[in-house]
């Protein structure tokens, strides 16, 4: 399977801050730490290893392609799991990637990993549960 990101910074669909899921943080001063939603995104990409709650090393040859070509290094793939008051987001087989400087939620993934659905708005988005339309989400 090729990994392909080709929205890379799309800012329509940038979710909200989310805080990491370790308590412990590497990220350099200033660093964007956030989590962004991205439709064109076929997997979870983060540069920031502590993200991962689970991980293991990347055996693959793959590499991420962004919108201009150039590939990027996979060095683990792992889960995250994002804490929430409704509901924890779980984010299933993120790619660690130490060259990303923006940590990509796949809005593919990210429905599919949570049985839930996004409603896309001019000015928000709503992540739903598939099965009691819930609100889980919203940024």
Request: hydrophobic share 25%.
């Given at each position: 399977m090729v990994v392909r990101c080709?929205?890379?910074?799309d800012a329509n669909f940038t979710?909200?801050?989310q805080k990491s899921t370790?308590?412990?943080s590497t990220a350099p001063c200033g660093a964007d730490t956030n989590w962004?939603?991205?439709s064109g995104a076929t997997d979870h990409i983060t540069g920031?290893?502590?993200k991962l709650s689970f991980h293991d090393k990347y055996r693959g040859g793959e590499q991420v392609l962004t919108a201009n070509g150039a590939g990027m290094t996979i060095n683990h793939i792992g889960?995250?799991?994002l804490r929430f008051p409704v509901?924890?987001?779980h984010l299933n087989n993120v790619l660690h990637v130490p060259s990303a400087s923006k940590n990509l939620v796949s809005a593919h993934r990210l429905v599919k990993d949570n049985n839930a659905f996004l409603e896309l708005h001019p000015r928000h988005f709503s992540l739903?549960?598939?099965a009691t339309r819930t609100t889980l989400l919203e940024g």
């Open positions: 080709f929205k890379r910074f979710g909200p801050p370790s308590s412990a962004y939603v991205d920031e290893l502590e889960h995250s799991t509901r924890d987001i739903k549960d598939q």
